[in-house]
């Protein structure tokens, strides 16, 4: 049961992250402003893409650095599996030190909405189910491997095994408790940050004219965009690693090789020899090759959802101006 | 929306506490309906979460609203009204929001009512 389960997962898995990639096309129009708030609305515009450029550039730079730069040895791969999620949480703490820019304050008079604002106020309700729902299926996953895992030479529970009628096969590195504990934590440690920004982006205050109400709108559909799609693109990254590894791994170690006695013609005449043949233990070996193409295609998916961040953070959009009613006029 | 104006001789908290009043009674706030936190409305408005906060008590002790703590502020005030008194209401918050006084929108509306 152990070893289908993982399949399963990978396959919802993959469907809700397919659903996030066709869901989450743009639609965001140039918000419209007057003149006279025009220096306004564009001044916040650049903060706003400055912070995301920001939050963009660690993430690059953490993850590179851990996934990269980080020797493999002393930590057996734990730096490397925690790398893209460690980035996206410093990425998403770095937006919610200060997630929108503070509009100007106005001495004078002030307006103020009644609707009440929330973290789920500025995108789209399946925008954060679905990688709430990925999320939840990594978790799901990581349980299941580490629950399948073995123990290795070291005492760690990185590896797996398979019986089979005359001895068993050990692989590793497999993401069993050793891997899979660290990154639930990271999971968990991310979903709160993305909360954390959302949470930041609704009570951040509004500029006090009405007329900017649009342009505010715009900011903060802008940033949370980007924190969805970057939190959601290192998870699908992650969740690809782990996949393709344990996926590797199971199907290494469900395959036998096993010598096929024959007949061997050589330079010092006919003599007996035989070929090395593989044996696959079904349906181990099944399970482990659909994981690394369940892995590749998140991984794909993960690449896609990274291009749409970079493209929200790079997206040069400007406010749109109207026409004072006197030049309509003239 | 709902406005304060630090040229305005009334007290902050009272600006806010007529204009809700106004719309709630209005029928522009129905039953049921969810008020912004303290905090978010405090942060709007620039003002102190205190301000809004004396505003929501006050509203509150009028029956006109209810806070429950992780249940947020609703209009509890169930009020029957013409569907003009709620846009009545309306206007006035939107020529507060737009600057005008009572004479320049008493002058609105009596132009209005002559065409």
Known sequence: MFTLLPLVLLIVGGAVVVLVAVRSRSSAAAPVVEPRFRVDAATQVTRTRRRLALALGLYFVVGGALVLALPSEPLLGLGQALGVAVAAIVAALTLAASPVAVWPGSTGLRTAELTPRSGGSFGPRWGFALPLASAGILILFLLVTGLSSTTDDFGLYRAFTVEHGTGSSTGSPYPGWYYGVPVILATIVLALAVLLVLHRIAAAPRPASPELFDVDDALRRSVTRFVMLLSSSALLAYFAGVAVIAGMVTSSTATQWTTSPDWQIGAGGVGLGGDYLPTYLQPIYAVGIAEVVGGLVLFALAIVLLVAAVVTAALRWAPAVVAEPEEVHA | ?115
């Open chain 2, 1 to 115: 929306m709902i406005t304060v104006d630090d040229a305005n001789p009334t007290p902050p908290y009272e600006q806010i506490r007529s204009q809700l009043a106004l719309l709630i009674e209005g029928g522009s706030l129905s039953f049921g309906e969810k008020l912004p936190t303290v905090r978010q409305l405090a942060a709007d408005l620039r003002l102190a979460p205190g301000t809004v906060g004396r505003a929501y008590s006050e509203l509150e002790s009028q029956g006109l609203i209810e806070s429950k703590r992780g249940a947020g502020t609703r209009v509890i005030a169930r009020v029957e009204a013409a569907p003009q008194l709620g846009e009545a209401a309306a206007l006035v918050v939107a020529a507060r929001a737009a600057g005008l006084s009572l004479d320049d929108a008493l002058r609105a509306v009596r132009g209005a009512w002559g065409s």
